[in-house]
């Protein structure tokens, strides 16, 4: 049974009125209701500009919500099956960093999987809380790392029992999942809190055909994108948490520290109304959205030399479980790496895919998504693969041993430790003072505080090589590394790290 409530769209419903009310502005945004013509309104019409304000009378206040925010975020948290909703305008990434440092204080442990999104780094960075760092299992046939094990979340528990909080991602880029409930349940155990990164994970909150989701799990705090696969607009995100663990005040707090004062009524409404449509239509539409993603994955595995891969798939290595709203499709076998298939579906298709790696690409999957997107694809990969197949060689398989580096000193320490600046091929066992990273996914593959290997370098060379942008602070080929010889390293350091 829906419970009816969930009809209603306070934030948006209130907004529009406003913008229909002939108020006369004497606030921000100095647009004043789109009375500053421009090309964007020609192209969008004025009701965008309408449904832009700041914080009127009757609108509430997205820091402190006692009125239409209040409402919209019990209507979402209840949507979400959490006890408490916190709506976001800079995305899940203020999530995280809030989950973070309002869990740990500085040189507190907190357990992460190594490849995790920057904004964790960042969140380390900012609490000064000390990593303990988990490794996830690796496919080396796909080139990725996926979720991490529960007996290696286990493990790291019992070595540091004094740990704040546990650190899960549901699911990974890729749509791999941990076990994730009985990670609550142990790292509950030891008075752990559970802290979950579902940026790519909204649509798990809307059926019970997808892995389990964190709220459903007992974690006490996730941070899901909307945006990203709920259908809101781009930046809107919730936090979400579950009982009675989180301290709301400090959280509170820090969200407000992070967040902008200025959020926009766009996002916000966005969610208001993504919320009430997957409410009532989201379970029947990912339904069939599964349904789809079966028989694109039975079509497009037909094609020589292209792999789907699939829940069987992940299972059978082992894997906790698979969001099947992600099509990862292996294209390596047609002798193009993913990062050329990533560039001639759009050249020669129009099809924007979400990323691609050596041997793979990723499309997501969405209610948004059609059966004829999903014809469109399979027909561009079928073009390809009679192009490619048998003609060229195999792309060969990459050394990936993804050995993530080895790390000498809580991230923060090196954040704020003196820096020499050093040319990136010249860097080897240097101690990084930045995050390196390729951008998507945005997992650093170098962060502060970690001894720049050979093969870190290696690698970097090649997603260069492929035409990928390597993010780090600087753009002239340089990166900053600790000055050791003039850096105190902090006494508090644990021995281990
Ligand atoms: C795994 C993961 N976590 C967190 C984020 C951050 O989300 P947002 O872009 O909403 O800030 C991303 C973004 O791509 C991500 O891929």
Known sequence: MKDDRQRQTPYFTKLKEYGQSGVTPF??????????????????????????????IGLDQLAKPLGVIKDAEKLAAYAFHADKAYFLVDGTSVGIMSMIMSSCRASEKIIVPRNVHKSVINGLILSGSTPIFVHPDIDSDLGIANGVPFQTMKKAIDVHPDAKAVFVINPTYFGMTSDLKKIVEYAHAHGMLVLVDEAHGTQFYFSDLLPISAMDAGADMSTTSMHKTGGSLTQSSILLTKGTWVDQIRLRTTINMLQTTSPSSLLIASMDVARKTLYFEGEERIKKLIHMSQKAREQIRTIPGIEVIDKKYVLSRGGNNFDETKLVIKVSELGVTGFEAYKELRRKFN?????AETHLILAILTIGTTKDDLDHLYNSLRDLSKRYYKIRKKVPKIKFNYQFPVTYSRPRDAYHAPKLQVLLEESANQISGEMIMIYPPGIPMVIPGEIISEEVLEDLQFYVKNGSVIHSEMDN?????????????????????
């Open 351 to 355: 099809i924007q895919l979400e990323l």
């Open 477 to 497: 080929g340089y990166v900053k590394v600790v000055d050791k010889d003039n850096w105190q390293k902090w006494e508090g350091e644990e021995s281990e790290i």
């Open 27 to 56: 606030d921000v945004p100095g647009h004043k209701l789109g009375r500053i013509k421009n090309d964007m309104m020609d192209y969008t019409g004025i009701n965008t500009f309408l449904l832009d304000s700041n914080a009127p």
